[in-house]
C-alpha cells in the first residue's frame, strides 16, 4: 500500500494510512487487490474518519473483483471507476492465465505480443478529497505514474508564480483518475507498431504465391483476440462516457478557479475518449486488414487454380486433332490413303507437328499459355 499526500504543487509519498486531510489538497490511497481485501477494515475506517462515509458493500466487491468489466458506477458521496487496462508487461513476460484474454490454460497459438497482454481491472473510488485504487499485483500503471508524479513535483519550480500543476501534479483526485485511466490507454499504443508488424508479416505470407500457409490456428487466434480486444475497449468507451456525462450534474462553486478545474476535467474526459476512439478504431483496421488478407489468399489460390486449369484445357484442345489423326492411321483397314506409301509416314508427322504449333501459336496469342508473373 502507498499513500500519497498531495498539496497544492506538493506530494508526500508513505506507507501508513493519514489520519486526516492536508489544509489544501486530498490523499491518494493506492493498494492491490490483496492487500485492499486484507486491510479492508483499516481502510474503510480511515475512509470514515477523513470524509465521513465508507464504501458500499456492493462497491467494495466490484473492486475485489478480478474478472469485472469496465464499469462507471455512483453513489451520493462518491463515484465509482472500474477500468481494464490494456498494457504490456514489463520485461516481455506473459500475462497470467487469470489476466490475460483467453482464460484457458496451456500453451497459445497466436503472435507473442498477444500473450503479453494484461487486462485486469483497476478500481476507483473517487471522493471530494479522497482517491481509492485497487490495482493488481504488481501492477506497473500505479508505480510508472507514482514515479512520474513525484518526478514532476521535484521539478517543480515553487517560487516560479506563474506555474500550476496543471501539467504535473493533478489537482483533485478525479483529475488524477483521469491521468492515470489515460497513462493505462495509451500503454496499449505502444502495442499497435509490433502487432501490426506481426499481422503484416501473415499478411505477405498468405499473398505470396510461392508460400504455403499453414499457421491457420494461430490466425485464428488472434482474430479471436481482436474481437475481445474490441469488446473490452467498447466496455471502456461505455464506462468513460458514462463517467463524461456525470460530470454535468456535479455542483460547481462560482468562482472561476471551480469552474476552470471543471472544464479542464471534461477536457480530459474527452480526450481519454479520444484515445479510447483510435485503440478501437486500430483494432477494427487490423480485424479488417487481417480478414481482407484472408480473402485475397483464396482469391489468390482461385486464380492460380483457373490458370492451371485453362493451361491443362489448352494443351489438351493441342493434342487433340493430333490423337484424331492418329487414331484415324491406327484403324486396320486393308485400303487407306498413304498407307504403303514411304513418304507418308514423314508427311503425317509434319501435318501433326504443323496443326500443333499453330494451335499453340493461337493459344498463346489469346494468353492461354502465358507465364503470369508472381
Not at 111 to 120: A, G, K, N, Q
Not at 126 to 133: I, M, Y
Not at 158 to 174: I, K, M, N, Q
Request: hydrophobic share 40%; charged share 20%; aromatic share 8%.
Amino acid at each position: 500500500m502507498r499513500v500519497f499526500t498531495v498539496a497544492g504543487t506538493q506530494v508526500h509519498a508513505g506507507l501508513a494510512l493519514p489520519q486526516h486531510l492536508p489544509e489544501h489538497g486530498y490523499v491518494w490511497i493506492a493498494c492491490s487487490r490483496e492487500q485492499f481485501q486484507a486491510e479492508l477494515t483499516s481502510i474503510q475506517n480511515s475512509l470514515e474518519r477523513l470524509t465521513g462515509q465508507t464504501l458500499v458493500d456492493l462497491h467494495v466487491s466490484d473492486l475485489l473483483n478480478a474478472q469485472l468489466p469496465s464499469r462507471f458506477d455512483y453513489s451520493s458521496h462518491y463515484d465509482l471507476m472500474v477500468f481494464r487496462r490494456l498494457a504490456q508487461r514489463p520485461g516481455g513476460t506473459e500475462a497470467r492465465p487469470e489476466n490475460s484474454l483467453d482464460l484457458q490454460s496451456g500453451k497459445r497459438p497466436g503472435p507473442p505480443v498477444l500473450h503479453r497482454i494484461d487486462t485486469s481491472p483497476v478500481g476507483f473510488a473517487v471522493f471530494d478529497r479522497v482517491l481509492v485504487s485497487v490495482h493488481p499485483a504488481d501492477c506497473a500503471v500505479r508505480e510508472a505514474y507514482a514515479s512520474r508524479l513525484l518526478a514532476s513535483t521535484q521539478a517543480h519550480d515553487a517560487t516560479d508564480p506563474r506555474s500550476t500543476g496543471a501539467r504535473g501534479v493533478p489537482h483533485s483526485p478525479a483529475d488524477m483518475m483521469l491521468r492515470i485511466v489515460s497513462h493505462m490507454v495509451d500503454g496499449y499504443l505502444d502495442l499497435r507498431r509490433e502487432l501490426s508488424r506481426q499481422l503484416d508479416h501473415w499478411q505477405a505470407e498468405l499473398l505470396h504465391p510461392r508460400t504455403r500457409f499453414n499457421r491457420w490456428d494461430a490466425l485464428l487466434h488472434a482474430r479471436m483476440a481482436l474481437h475481445q480486444l474490441e469488446a473490452l475497449c467498447d466496455d471502456q468507451h461505455t464506462a468513460m462516457q458514462s463517467w463524461t456525462e456525470s460530470l454535468d450534474s456535479w455542483r460547481v462553486g462560482a468562482d472561476s478557479a471551480a469552474q476552470r478545474e471543471h472544464e479542464l476535467l471534461k477536457i480530459r474526459s474527452r480526450d481519454v475518449l479520444e484515445h479510447i476512439d483510435r485503440v478501437v478504431q486500430h483494432v477494427r483496421r487490423l480485424e479488417h486488414n487481417t480478414e481482407t488478407a484472408v480473402q485475397m489468399h483464396f482469391n489468390v489460390q482461385g486464380n492460380r487454380t483457373n490458370d492451371i486449369m485453362r493451361t491443362l484445357t489448352a494443351l489438351t484442345a493441342i493434342f487433340l486433332p493430333l490423337n484424331l489423326i492418329a487414331g484415324i492411321f491406327g484403324m486396320n483397314f486393308e485400303f487407306m490413303p498413304w498407307l504403303h506409301q514411304a513418304s507418308a509416314f514423314w508427311w503425317t508427322l509434319g501435318s501433326m507437328g504443323s496443326i500443333a504449333l499453330v494451335m499453340g501459336l493461337v493459344f498463346w496469342r489469346k494468353r492461354y499459355l502465358a507465364r503470369t508473373g508472381d
